[in-house]
């Protein structure tokens, strides 16, 4: 499995950033792409394919959205929005099969990581 991500840099409080997500060479139809917070460790949020629906951590509830690159279905945006200095941190995408996992922490495969920096 590959994962390609890109996104994140530096933005002010209550600003807005996009992360993106691509997963690459996988075995299975049925997959779920998540991220993980680093230092303090959360569940963000996870899309699973199968269903086409998106569980979230308790501070992405209301905040944060998903969506789906039309053009490539193996491609997920975590949409960041009303962003505080608390969600600064190293922010992984992951992938599970075949569905999230629940906790949304657990997965089988990891990426990078990129910094997310939220200034006050």
């Known amino acids: 499995v590959e994962i390609v991500e890109s996104g994140g840099g530096l933005v002010q409080a209550g600003g807005s950033l996009t992360l993106s997500c691509e997963v690459n060479?996988?075995?299975?139809?049925?997959?779920?792409i998540g991220w993980v917070r680093q230092s303090p460790r959360e569940p963000v949020a996870c899309f699973s394919n199968s269903d086409s629906t998106t569980k979230y951590g308790p501070t992405a509830k209301g905040r944060f959205t998903t969506s789906t690159d039309n053009a490539n279905k193996m491609r997920v945006f975590l949409h960041m929005n009303n962003l505080e200095p608390e969600d600064t941190g190293v922010y992984i995408c992951?992938?599970?099969?075949?569905?999230?996992?629940?906790?949304?922490?657990?997965?089988?495969?990891w990426g990078q990581g990129t910094q997310v920096t939220v200034s006050a």
């Open positions: 992951a992938v599970n099969f075949p569905y999230c996992g629940s906790d949304l922490l657990n997965y089988h495969q």
């Open positions: 060479r996988l075995l299975s139809s049925s997959f779920a």
